[in-house]
């Protein structure tokens, strides 16, 4: 059973893929029509493991910023995604026109290194659409102070799911940029689909488990 909604919610929606690639495999005497499912298959699945990852990314913002952990208690790395988050070209245009409203932003900048309960939690959850290959996914979870969050969440196959990874971005860029037609039949793409419902559940495991580590430090400290 997963841990986050965000991993329960993703489950929940693939099912439209399934539906099309259902579909698409009653097509075969119909190209144009198969092409267009197993095209709309590939698309809708990356667009739906691009939601959850920036679903998972936030759910695991607010389960940290709800414990209000103290500052000494958050990954170093996690520090320096806020301060790349506080201190953004907005902030530092609004310090050179002597903009008040940056006070809240130092508040909160405050807080980050000496505050003993930490309210919120400023990190980055969304990355750039069309860069979600392997890199880009251990980007967004190095902002929680993940290392790498292929090698926490696998123990083998690593370069197995980067590569998947890997693949189906490009498939998807390819589709929407040049409109391009892959030449896939609907068992490939359903092996996708199954590749990342186990890569969600492995991402949940490793996410709760980090998450929950981080809070429990509180506990820890408190007694």
Same mark, same amino acid.
């Given at each position: 059973?997963?841990?986050?909604?965000?991993? @329960?919610d993703?489950?929940?929606? %693939?099912?439209?893929?399934?539906?099309?690639?259902? #579909? &698409?495999?009653?097509? *075969? $005497?119909?190209?144009?029509?198969?092409?267009?499912?197993?095209?709309?298959?590939?698309?809708?699945?990356?667009?739906?493991?691009?939601?959850?990852?920036?679903?998972?990314?936030e759910?695991?913002?607010?389960?940290?910023?709800?414990?209000a952990?103290?500052?000494?208690?958050?990954?170093? @790395?996690?520090?320096?995604?806020? %301060?790349?988050?506080?201190?953004?070209?907005?902030? #530092? &245009?609004?310090?050179? *026109? $002597?903009?008040?409203?940056?006070?809240?932003?130092?508040?909160?900048?405050?807080?980050?290194?000496?505050?003993?309960?930490?309210?919120?939690?400023?990190?980055?959850?969304?990355?750039?659409?069309?860069?979600?290959?392997?890199?880009?996914?251990r980007?967004?979870?190095?902002?929680?102070?993940?290392?790498?969050?292929?090698?926490?969440?696998?123990?083998?196959?690593?370069?197995?799911?980067?590569?998947?990874?890997?693949?189906?971005?490009?498939?998807?860029?390819?589709?929407i940029?040049?409109?391009?037609?892959?030449?896939?039949?609907?068992?490939?793409v359903?092996?996708?689909?199954?590749?990342?419902?186990?890569?969600?559940?492995?991402?949940?495991?490793?996410?709760?488990?980090?998450?929950?580590?981080?809070?429990?430090?509180?506990?820890?400290?408190?007694?």
């Amino acid at each position: 059973m997963p841990s986050l909604q965000a991993t @329960a919610d993703f489950d929940s929606s %693939l099912r439209e893929a399934d539906a099309l690639l259902a #579909l &698409a495999a009653s097509m *075969h $005497g119909d190209a144009v029509a198969f092409s267009a499912l197993l095209k709309s298959s590939i698309l809708l699945l990356t667009s739906k493991l691009e939601a959850f990852l920036e679903e998972a990314a936030e759910e695991c913002r607010f389960f940290i910023e709800s414990a209000a952990c103290s500052s000494n208690m958050l990954p170093p @790395a996690m520090k320096v995604a806020m %301060l790349q988050s506080f201190l953004d070209d907005s902030f #530092l &245009a609004k310090l050179k *026109h $002597g903009n008040p409203q940056i006070l809240d932003r130092l508040d909160a900048f405050r807080e980050l290194f000496y505050g003993d309960g930490v309210q919120r939690l400023i990190v980055e959850t969304k990355f750039s659409y069309g860069k979600h290959g392997d890199s880009e996914v251990r980007k967004l979870f190095q902002r929680f102070g993940i290392k790498d969050i292929f090698e926490s969440a696998y123990e083998d196959g690593i370069d197995a799911i980067k590569a998947d990874l890997n693949s189906l971005t490009a498939i998807r860029n390819n589709i929407i940029h040049n409109d391009a037609s892959p030449s896939f039949s609907v068992e490939q793409v359903v092996g996708f689909v199954v590749k990342m419902r186990d890569f969600s559940s492995r991402l949940d495991t490793c996410l709760y488990e980090h998450c929950l580590g981080i809070t429990m430090r509180k506990v820890v400290e408190s007694n």
